[in-house]
């Protein structure tokens, strides 16, 4: 019973190098999330990919890109990393399918990130 | 801006003493509340959700309530152990959308000493 797992589970970077945070899930679940949360603030939505082959942008995207390689999987990529991405990165999945919004979230147990 | 609002922002109780963490929201059209317990490096796991039509759910020993017409809930948790020492993030859904238009509040630390 993983349900999500994120890798790795802490990372420190210097300012301008690029790393990729994976996450998988095992629910056969459609939709997929990456969230960051920082202190003194609520979560907030980077990506999400509502099903298998589509991703869109979410709150704060800038400086982020992201991959649905399969409906397993779907990572997280800093290409040039800043100071100011310092935080804690959290994936998760729900089995929403279009149109209702009653569905939980499954988080994983998160990446903590420090860039230099 | 759909916001959302939570207070006390921290709080210490006694072990097996009860509490309430308060929930005020301004995100419309509601669809749903949720309540997650975040424990320190730990990923959120849900606890409720509720709808319009629902005004308290309960898991086990937390009891959620909410009232659609003042844009308020709370989360009431029962003769408190350790291991509920936690944050507790409400989150709110618009109508219409999905999970990725879902609002956070920055929680409620609550730590529960012996």
């Known amino acids: 019973n993983a349900g999500v797992t994120q890798t790795p589970k802490f990372q420190v970077l210097k300012t301008g190098q690029s790393m990729t945070l994976q996450c998988a899930q095992d629910m056969n679940h459609n939709s997929m999330y990456w969230y960051r949360q920082d202190p003194g603030m609520g979560l907030r939505l980077i990506y999400y990919s509502a099903s298998e082959g589509t991703t869109d942008k979410g709150e704060v995207p800038n400086g982020y890109n992201v991959s649905r390689l399969n409906k397993r999987e779907f990572s997280l990529r800093l290409e040039s990393a800043a100071p100011s991405q310092t935080s804690v990165y959290f994936c998760?999945?729900?089995?929403?399918?279009?149109?209702?919004?009653?569905?939980?979230?499954?988080f994983g147990s998160g990446t903590q990130l420090s860039v230099l | 801006k759909n916001q959302v609002e939570q207070s006390p922002q921290s709080l210490i109780i006694l072990e097996g003493k009860n509490c309430t963490l308060q929930c005020n929201y301004t995100v419309s059209p509601f669809s749903n509340l949720r309540w997650y317990k975040q424990d320190t490096g730990r990923g959120p796991v849900s606890l409720t959700i509720m709808t319009f039509s629902e005004n308290t759910k309960s898991n086990g020993r937390y009891t959620a309530t909410l009232d659609a017409d003042t844009k308020q809930s709370s989360l009431h948790i029962t003769a408190s152990q350790l291991s509920d020492s936690a944050s507790y993030i409400c989150?709110?859904?618009?109508?219409?959308?999905?999970?990725?238009?879902?609002?956070f509040g920055k929680g409620n630390q609550v730590v529960v000493i012996p």
């Open positions: 989150v709110v859904s618009a109508r219409g959308k999905g999970n990725n238009r879902l609002a």
């Open positions: 998760a999945s729900s089995d929403f399918i279009g149109g209702t919004t009653n569905e939980k979230l499954f």
